[in-house]
C-alpha cells in the first residue's frame, strides 16, 4: 500500500535551518510528484512548494522563495524540505503529499511533522 | 496568491444536505477545472475526496459532490453523518505549477 512516512518532531531555534524527510513507499517513486504543504496551529493549509518525479525542477510559492529547497533521493525513495531562516511564524505542521503529474490533486498525505520555532 | 474565500463554519442535522462554498478568481478556480477538496479530521492528515472540481476517487462516499460556476466551486454533503464533522479545504491549481488552497471550514453535525 502506499505510505509516505514522514521524520520526527523538531524543535529549531530562530534563525537556524530545519531539514524533514518524506520516505515513499507501495508505488513507483520516480513517476509521482511530491509537494510540501504546512498548517500553522489552529490555521488552515498553506502550499508550499513541489519538486518534479526526477527532481529536476522545483516550484515554490513566492512566499518561500529563497528559503526552502526541496530535494529527492531515488535511491531511499525520499524526499526532503529545507527551509532556512526559521521565524516563530514557520510553527507548524508540515505534509508531503504526491501528486500523479497532470492531474493537479493530492492523493496519499504524509502523517505531518511538527516543527517548534523557539527560542 | 490570497487564498480561497470559505466560509468558516456550516452546519446541518443529520441527515441534511449542506453546501461549502469556495471562492477565487478568474486566475484560479474561474480559470482551471483543477479543483479538488479535502476533508481533515482533527489531528489527522487531509485527505482528498473530490478532485477536478467533481471527480471522486475510490472509496469515497457518494454522498460527496461537487461543482463549479465561474469563480466559485462548491462541496455539497447530503445525508449527513456524525462522522462528516471535520474541517474541509478546497485548493486550486493557479498556475505555472503553483496551487493555492482555501481558507478551510469547519463542518458542523448538530
Known amino acids: 500500500q502506499v505510505q509516505l512516512v514522514q521524520s520526527g518532531a523538531e524543535v529549531m531555534e530562530p534563525g537556524a535551518s530545519v531539514k524533514l524527510s518524506c520516505k515513499a513507499s507501495?508505488?513507483?517513486?520516480?513517476?509521482?510528484?511530491m509537494h510540501w504543504v504546512r498548517q500553522a496551529p489552529g490555521q488552515g493549509l498553506e502550499w508550499m512548494g513541489v519538486?518534479?518525479?526526477?527532481?529536476?525542477?522545483?516550484v515554490y510559492a513566492q512566499i518561500f522563495q529563497g528559503r526552502v529547497t526541496m530535494t529527492r533521493d531515488a535511491s531511499t525513495s525520499t524526499v526532503y524540505m529545507d527551509l532556512s531562516s526559521l521565524r516563530s511564524d514557520d510553527t507548524a505542521v508540515y505534509y508531503c503529499?504526491?501528486?500523479?503529474?497532470?492531474?493537479?490533486?493530492?492523493?496519499?498525505w504524509g502523517q505531518g511533522t511538527l516543527v517548534t520555532v523557539s527560542s | 496568491q490570497s487564498a480561497l474565500t470559505q466560509p468558516a463554519s456550516v452546519s446541518g442535522s443529520p441527515g441534511q444536505s449542506i453546501t461549502v462554498s469556495c471562492t477565487g478568481t478568474?486566475?484560479?478556480?474561474?480559470?482551471?477545472?483543477?479543483v479538488s477538496w479535502y476533508q481533515q479530521h482533527p489531528g489527522k492528515a487531509p485527505k482528498l475526496i473530490i478532485s477536478?472540481?467533481?471527480r471522486r476517487p475510490s472509496g469515497v462516499s457518494n454522498r460527496f459532490s461537487g461543482s463549479k460556476s465561474g469563480n466559485t466551486a462548491s462541496l455539497t454533503i447530503s445525508g449527513l453523518q456524525a462522522e462528516d464533522e471535520a474541517d474541509y479545504y478546497c485548493?486550486?491549481?493557479?498556475?505555472?505549477?503553483?496551487?493555492?488552497f482555501g481558507t478551510g471550514t469547519q463542518v458542523t453535525v448538530l
Open positions: 507501495g508505488y513507483s517513486f520516480t513517476t509521482y510528484y
Open positions: 478568474s486566475s484560479d478556480v474561474g480559470n482551471y477545472y483543477h
Open positions: 519538486i518534479s518525479p526526477s527532481g529536476d525542477f522545483t
Open positions: 503529499a504526491r501528486e500523479l503529474p497532470q492531474s493537479s490533486y493530492f492523493d496519499y
Open positions: 485548493c486550486s491549481y493557479v498556475r505555472g505549477g503553483t496551487y493555492v
Open positions: 477536478d472540481v467533481t
